[in-house]
């Protein structure tokens, strides 16, 4: 099996461009089976969740082919069939999309119930609500689901929660579905307005994305086209991060700043010193980290996906910070692994109560998610002596080569293979010794 070992880094410098948005490409991908013609995308992450898509693209007819030049080329028109493979829908959660950008093609769509990161709890019920409005009936079985509708027809949609999952899903249905839909409370978050974009620009009629208030007026076809997939903002926030914990100085290119505003807001109150370009961010180290106050929203608030790494960048603010995750509030698997590296970090609820400052030491830990993953790295990059990551499948999910990017600004890291059997053992012990 595959590891990662660190060793504490010294000042961090150098840059970072940053990859394509991996929930954007998620998301783009599924919406291409609406299109009647070829669409070209560039920016699409070479990580395991895209080979997944990929998988299920050829599955059901529709060819993804990467170019040398890394842009892939999706062509719907040879789809001929709405039955999503159960297992391979079930190993990530955006494999929901399919409903809404098959439903109106074929009025029937068969699929697995949504994997990927485990947070206990990440419910589906706003996706029913809206399909449901629109026309939609859902039959459950076991281990998938059927969704059809013989016609879909627009609604005035108000979704209980903010979700751009059930956002998005609910707005790819109603581009093909009979006169207008209103999605109301919907989600702001850049990859939402990314898919409006690209459909509008293929002959969509979508208004309001990025506000509250979306609306769709349903079209008779979907051409196809040329569309750049948003940077990754998530990957860039932890990038800025990695200076705070060990110092020096990080540059983001290939960025758009205006989608890390409460990112940088939150990274400079905590004492970190932040340039903007047109394209690029800097966050410089001022040698003093201050403790904060941290709450998780949806966009445009701070972002859950950052909430980990954010983490290991508290332990080393000196006095005591809290984090309380309103998105997922069982998102702290990555603290368990932290303790045993010394953190001090004590857990009420929701919320984490972080008292930085307390020597970290390397240890045996598990990146349980992408975002953990992140967290762990950070964290070694602060600790005295090896850190050792296992589960690095999960981070190879949301980045296309981890090591190289964090090895270009100055990290010591790097990819080994050991026994599984000895790995666990080294895990267990770890765990004893916390």
């Not at 560039?42 to 990929?54: A, K, N, W």
């Not at 789809?79 to 494999?95: E, L, M, Q, T, V």
């Not at 939609?136 to 689901?145: C, G, K, N, R, V």
Request: some cysteine.
């Amino acid at each position: 099996m595959n590891i990662i070992r660190l060793e504490r880094s010294g000042p961090l410098h150098g840059s970072v461009k940053i990859q394509g948005s991996k929930n954007s490409s998620l998301s783009l991908m599924a919406a291409c089976c609406l299109c009647e013609d070829p669409v070209t995308l560039s920016g699409v992450p070479d990580i395991y969740d895209i080979r997944v898509i990929e998988e299920i693209a050829s599955d059901i007819g529709m060819t993804a082919q990467r170019q040398e030049n890394g842009d892939m080329i999706l062509d719907p028109r040879s789809i001929h069939s709405a039955n999503i493979d159960k297992a391979k829908s079930s190993s990530y959660r955006a494999s929901y999309y399919f409903i809404g950008a098959l439903l109106a093609r074929f009025g029937k769509v068969s699929i697995g119930f949504p994997g990927g990161d485990n947070f206990v709890s990440r419910p589906i019920d706003q996706h029913l609500k809206g399909l449901k409005a629109m026309g939609a009936t859902f039959t459950f079985h076991e281990d998938y689901y059927v969704v059809e509708a013989k016609k879909l027809t627009g609604a005035d949609i108000y979704f209980d929660t903010i979700t751009s999952g059930a956002t998005i899903n609910c707005m790819l249905a109603a581009v093909l579905a009979e006169g207008r839909t209103v999605l109301r409370g919907a989600a702001k978050d850049p990859e939402v307005v990314d898919t409006a974009i690209m459909l509008n620009e293929f002959g969509a009629n979508i208004s309001g994305a990025g506000t509250d208030t979306i609306r769709i007026t349903g079209v008779k076809h979907i051409e196809g086209g040329h569309h750049t997939v948003i940077p990754d903002r998530l990957i860039a926030g932890s990038f800025l991060m990695s200076a705070g914990v060990a110092g020096g100085s990080v540059t983001v290119t290939d960025v758009i700043p205006d989608h890390l505003g409460s990112c940088i807001a939150k990274l400079t109150e905590i004492g970190l010193h932040i340039e903007y370009g047109d394209q690029s961010i800097t966050a410089s180290s001022t040698g003093k980290l201050k403790a904060t106050r941290v709450r998780t929203a949806m966009y445009p608030g701070f972002a859950t996906d950052l909430q980990q790494p954010l983490t290991a960048l508290l332990t080393q603010a000196r006095g005591r910070s809290i984090i309380n995750e309103k998105i997922y509030p069982h998102r702290f698997q990555h603290v368990a692994q932290l303790r045993r590296m010394g953190a001090d970090i004590e857990m009420r609820g929701s919320a984490a109560f972080i008292r930085g400052g307390a020597p970290l030491k390397g240890s045996w830990v598990h990146a349980s998610d992408i975002r953990a993953g992140t967290c762990l790295i950070l964290a070694g990059m602060a600790a005295e002596g090896i850190t050792t990551i296992t589960g690095v499948e999960h981070i190879e999910r949301g980045y296309e080569d981890a090591i190289r990017a964090f090895r270009s600004i100055g990290a010591t890291i790097r990819l080994e293979q050991v026994d599984a059997a000895q790995a666990e053992e080294k895990l267990r012990i770890s765990s004893i010794q916390q």
